[in-house]
């Protein structure tokens, strides 16, 4: 599948060493008594993106400044990668910019060094309402709200239907199907197509995946304080499930998966068409952009027998936080407003950032939505009727944890070691991680 794991480790590494300087904390807060100045402010506003989320957010940022003519907002966006190593190294020289786009596996981190302020001292400016209790809380750290949602998704299962249809195979159903069924169409279209297209992608290799299994089984990997409460066999039998695929000859080879693993999406397994299923973020409309002449669609993960109720949750896409050593907290909350409840900006974002996280943004775009960007509205609704609580957030020293998922998976697929030593090698590392980071 295709996730960030394989930059997560680096940047998490640069941002931790960069962060944690002298071992002190890095914030300045401004408190909750800021207000609006009368003079002319200037603020700055970064991102990570290109393309259609530059345009869309230069065109919210003009829209702003046209309702607030005193506030001018700098701008700027970079790669996923550069963007956190040059957050980190701005934050640790105190110039970091007043609003910036986030990530939950690094929220904790930054709230816990103080480099980002508690956004309910901005109340008065800043007015999250609109979002679900289940959705505002992923934005938490330690019972303050840090960070303000502003997309959702949940891992699913891209489906390449042009694929499935070539070899007369029916789609499957979307309400309740179970990991039976995804092995038994993989192995029809594996069988069908001659070995020519594999049946799956499998997972393995990235924490949102093994957190829907572990839920799925009555477990969690975090909980509410931080710690690691994921079972070594819970991890182990994960594995073993997703070698017993590619043991099967219904996934590519492990050579095969570790090529494919620095693939741009038009270059990926389900956008080629040599696999007709691969676990995926429900940001479906960037594969189908990749793969104009496949017909994409969206399952939730399959389910199983006795999966407990609520194991389903929906995970924030990204988020807007304040610097906690802004000059203008007062005018970056009210930036933050703006992108997150002006009926101009649910227009103009769209799904460009996951579908919107503010209900009523969902219900302002949802009659223009039409292809893969109403496939995934239809997705997140399901998943949002069925979801439980949201999983804890990625505690501090755990920003590595899908890279090291990733590597020691790996070393199991190619047999350097098994799903039991390779899952408890997994669980001591990671406690060992956040033992240290404390």
């Not at 990235?206 to 991890?235: E, N, Y």
Request: with cysteine; glycine share 10%; aromatic share 8%.
């Amino acid at each position: 599948m295709h996730l960030r794991s394989r930059v997560i480790g680096a940047v998490a590494i640069a941002t931790a060493s960069v962060l944690a300087v002298g071992g002190c904390a890095v914030g300045n807060s401004n408190g909750g008594g800021a207000e609006l100045s009368k003079d002319p402010v200037t603020i700055s506003l970064n991102w990570w993106g290109a393309g259609a989320r530059v345009t869309a957010t230069e065109e919210a940022v003009k829209a702003f400044e046209k309702e607030h003519p005193n506030i001018t907002v700098k701008t700027q966006s970079t790669d996923w990668g550069s963007y956190w190593d040059k957050l980190a190294t701005t934050v640790a020289g105190g110039s970091a910019p007043d609003v910036m786009q986030f990530d939950q596996i690094y929220v904790a981190s930054y709230a816990q060094r103080g480099a980002i302020a508690d956004l309910g001292q901005y109340s008065k400016y800043l007015d999250t309402s609109d979002l679900t209790k289940n959705v505002r809380d992923t934005g938490q750290y330690d019972g303050k709200l840090y960070a303000v949602p502003i997309g959702l998704n949940s891992i699913g299962v891209a489906v390449n239907r042009t694929v499935l249809d070539e070899y007369g195979i029916d789609m499957p159903s979307a309400k309740g199907w179970t990991w039976d069924e995804m092995n038994t169409v993989a192995k029809e279209v594996t069988e069908k197509s001659g070995g020519k297209v594999k049946g799956l992608d499998p997972f393995g290799g990235d924490t949102p995946s093994l957190t829907l299994w572990a839920r799925q089984h009555g477990g969690a990997v975090f909980d509410d304080k931080g710690k690691v409460v994921l079972k070594p066999s819970m991890l182990a039998d994960y594995w073993q499930y997703a070698l017993d695929q590619i043991d099967a000859g219904v996934t590519p080879s492990p050579s095969q998966l570790a090529e494919g693993t620095n693939a741009a999406l038009d270059q990926s397994d389900i956008a080629t068409g040599k696999v007709a299923m691969t676990f995926i973020p429900s940001n479906l409309s960037a594969y189908q952009v990749a793969a104009p002449s496949q017909k994409l669609d969206m399952l939730p993960m399959p389910a199983a027998a006795d999966a407990k109720k609520g194991w389903q949750y929906l995970k924030s896409s990204m988020y807007w936080s304040i610097s906690s050593k802004s000059k203008h907290p007062a005018e970056a909350a009210e930036l933050i407003d703006f992108l997150t409840t002006s009926p101009k900006v649910g227009k103009i974002f769209g799904a460009e950032r996951g579908m919107p996280a503010n209900p009523v943004f969902q219900k302002q775009i949802t009659p223009d939505l039409s292809g893969s960007d109403k496939i995934v509205m239809d997705y997140v609704k399901q998943v949002t009727a069925e979801s439980g609580p949201p999983a804890p957030i990625t505690p501090v020293g755990a920003q590595d944890a899908d890279t090291l998922l990733a590597q020691i998976w790996q070393n199991v697929q190619f047999g350097k070691t098994t799903p039991k030593a390779g899952a408890e090698q997994y669980v001591s590392q990671l406690k060992k991680a956040i033992q240290d980071a404390q």
